[in-house]
Structures are given as C-alpha cells and as structure tokens.
C-alpha cells in the first residue's frame, strides 16, 4: 500500500517533534508498505528544521529510514498571530497546486489529513479524488473547539470559522476518522460520522528509543545539577517537553514556592512559547529550587528521566479535556518507571488506570505540593513499584507496533463513501 500522510508540523528523530508521524510510519515501512510524508519545512515544535537542497524552490525530498519526506517550503513565524496563519496558508496551497504531481508520482492507496488544524483535509480530499485513494482524517486536538476553549477565541473570529467547516467536512467525507482522543464518540456523532468510520489510536512510544544499550549522554550541566540535587538527600521532580499554557507550569512553579524549604528540587527541560516568561518569572522570584534548561535530543531523554525521581504532567481547567488526552511525555515518563504527577482533569485518567502515580486536581498547587510530599514519604521501592506498573501499561496498551497496526488494519477494512 501507498500511504500518503500530510501532516504540517510532522518531525523525525533528525529534526525533533513531533515523531507520531515517523513512528507510524517506520511501522508501516517494516511493514512493506511505501510511504511519504508531506510537511512544512519549518515547524515552531522542532529543534532542527529541514535544510532546504541549494535546487530547491518550494518543495523537495528527504529519505530518512526508508520514509519519504516530502518538504513545503514555507514563511517562519513566531507565535500563534498572522504569521503562524500565513505559514499554514503557504503550505496548503503549496499542496494543492503540487497535487496532480503528487498523484501522479506517489499513486497513494491512502490519504491522511493529520495536522493539528483541519484545514488540511481540503487538499488530503483533492489528492485522494485524483488518485482515487482512500481519506483518513486523523484528530489530534479538537479544532475549533480547542481554540476556543483553550485560546478564548472568540467562535465568530474568521479563523474559528474557517476551521470549523474544514472540521465538517473532515466528519462528512472522510473515510475513517482516527482519533488520539479516547472520548471523542459523541462528538464524531454529532457531526455525522457512523461509529464504525471511527477508531481510537493513542499515542504511544518506540521500544527502540528504550532498548539502546549505550543511549546518549544527558548534557553535562543537566546531569550536575541533578546529582547536586541528589547529594543533598533532595528527590527531583522532572518535566520535559513544551512550555506553552497547555502545559500549567505555573502551578508547578507555585508547588516549587511551597516546597522551597523542603528536600526537593525541580527540573524543567524544554523550549516553547511561555519559556522566556517562566524563567523571569524564576529569576524574579528567586526560586533556587528550580533549574530550567533548553530542550535535549530525544536520544538523552532515556537517561535524564533515568536520573530523576518523579515527573509531572500538568494542564489548565478546561472543558476540552472532557474528551480525553493521551499525552506524548506521560508515555516517555511510564517507559523511564517514574511515578507521575497528574494534574489533569479530564474525561480518562491513565495514570489511574495503570497505578502509576498520583491524580491531583488540576491548577492546585497545594494539593500537588502535598503529593509531591506522599511520594517523598514513601520508600523507594515503593516509588519504584510505582514506575514499574507504568511501564508494564505503556508496554501492553502504547507500543508504535501496535498502534500502526490497528491504525492500518483500519484502513484496510473501511470501504469508500460513495
């Protein structure tokens, strides 16, 4: 089968996140199956973007293990304002008038509209009409309602707009529609979509990233400042990922003023776009408990989460959650055995599910200072009992060999709509 997989902000392990796209389709590659990714040559989610060829006008092409990447090149921009809209705007149409090549070159079986916004599915419709191919809408967030309800953008705002009849006519023609989101049913319903046009595939995690016998070493002023931590008899609190206001991190911050007299040190390693507030923030307040460190390659992830004691994993009080999450670090934190902080209020709860760690209130800090307490109260076999139950859940429900099985056997039993 040809799998063509259009995804704005797709990565690999060369250029950063995110690596969903590359981890379904290194599956679907050992598989037998070809596929190509088109993306956006530049992505705000990325540590290294793609080095455009000295040929190259506004697309070109990278194998990276046996994955095609087919690169859009499109304007920078920073934040979420116009040049974030004009980024998304070049890549689309750079898509459609490229369509018929791509067609005709790639002869997809298969088209997956799967960037985090749904306007994609306008050119992952037209390509899959030329090629008579099969449409797949992948949901990762809800858009518009995430926006909405997390941005507090406004539903008559032209952009709201526009991504919501991109949405409909994702649920009206699509073939399958596959969702991260485990409590998406009703929704998908609501907007017309059979149930059986519908399958959940979580995110998940890559066994070869946690079975590399001499994985690469943590920047060294990372590793310092952990065992300092450590020599003090202090336990450390981890997270690793983006810093944008999904993410709550000021509600970690404010458990680090609670807990600024106790034994317990706290690590933030990541880039995004409230970073440069948060450590002002640090520095303003003086938070000596808490160390803040650019983002790593994912190959150092293994052995800095290794090295710490417990992680967090944190969002706003929001009615989107309702519909669940599936977040990318709470796999690489159950896969390290960390017991785990969750302060997410949402419509599933994986770490009750799995036994993994403490389910905390969302936007408390008090209560997440008191857990961070109940962990440093137990024993450290108990914690380790705690870590090891998360990664038995993440081995038996989140493998990528798993997951791009059932996405493709998905694939292969929806008929078309007529």
């Known amino acids: 089968m040809n799998i063509l997989l259009i995804n704005h902000y797709a990565g690999s392990p060369k250029h950063g996140m995110e690596f969903r796209p590359y981890y379904l389709a290194q599956e679907w590659v050992k598989a037998g199956h070809h596929v190509r990714i088109v993306a956006s040559d530049f992505s705000h989610v990325r540590s290294h973007q793609p080095r455009r060829t000295s040929d190259a006008s506004t697309t070109w092409h990278e194998s ?8 859009i090149a499109t304007p920078e921009y920073k934040g979420n304002g116009v040049s974030r ?14 369509s018929r090549q791509i067609t005709e070159d790639f002869k997809p079986d298969a088209v ?12 992952a419709r037209r390509i899959a009409k ?36 991109a949405e409909n006519t994702a649920y009206r023609d699509a073939d399958l529609v596959v969702s991260m989101l485990p409590n998406v049913a009703m929704h998908a319903l609501q907007k017309g979509l059979p149930l059986d046009r519908l399958v959940i595939v979580p995110n998940g995690i890559s066994l070869g990233d946690w079975e590399d016998e001499s994985p690469v070493p943590m920047r060294e002023e990372i590793r310092a400042t952990i065992n300092a931590a450590h020599a003090k008899g202090h336990l450390v609190v981890a997270y690793t990922g983006s810093q944008g206001l999904p993410n709550a991190l000021d509600t970690l911050l404010d458990a680090a003023v609670l807990l600024s ?3 317990v040190t706290f690590i933030l390693v990541g880039d995004g776009h409230e970073s440069v507030r948060l450590r002002v923030r640090c520095r303003d307040e003086e938070l000596r408990n808490v160390h803040m460190f650019s983002p790593v390659p994912k190959a150092q992830i293994a052995e800095l989460l290794a090295s710490v004691d417990m992680a967090y994993l944190g969002a706003p009080k929001h ?55 109940e962990l440093f109260s137990l024993s450290a076999s108990e914690r380790k009992d705690l870590g090891e139950k998360g990664r038995s859940y993440a081995l038996a429900h989140h493998t990528y060999d798993v997951l791009a099985s059932k996405f493709l056997k998905a694939i292969e039993s929806v008929e078309p709509r007529k």
Not at 64 to 71: E, K, L, S, T, V
Not at 112 to 123: G, K, L, Q
Not at 135 to 147: A, R
Not at 326 to 335: A, E, G, I, L, V
């Open 64 to 71: 990276i293990d046996g994955i095609d990447y087919q690169w």
């Open 261 to 263: 007299s106790e034994k």
């Open 112 to 123: 997956i509209a799967s960037s985090t916004y749904p306007m994609d599915i306008w050119v």
């Open 130 to 165: 030329l090629a008579n191919a099969k449409l797949v809408f992948e949901v990762h967030d809800l858009w518009p309602l995430s926006p909405i309800e997390i941005g507090g953008m406004s539903p008559s705002h032209p952009f709201i707009r526009l991504c919501q009849v």
């Open 85 to 98: 809209v004009r980024n998304i705007a070049a890549f689309l149409a750079r898509i459609f008038f490229a």
């Open 319 to 373: 009615p989107i959650y309702r519909f669940g999450v599936s977040p990318n670090k709470m796999m690489d934190y159950m896969m390290a055995r960390l017991p785990i902080l969750y302060a997410i209020e949402a419509g599933n709860d994986p770490i009750a599910e799995a036994g993994c760690g403490l389910t905390i209130p969302a936007e408390n800090p008090l209560a997440l200072a008191n857990s961070i307490r």
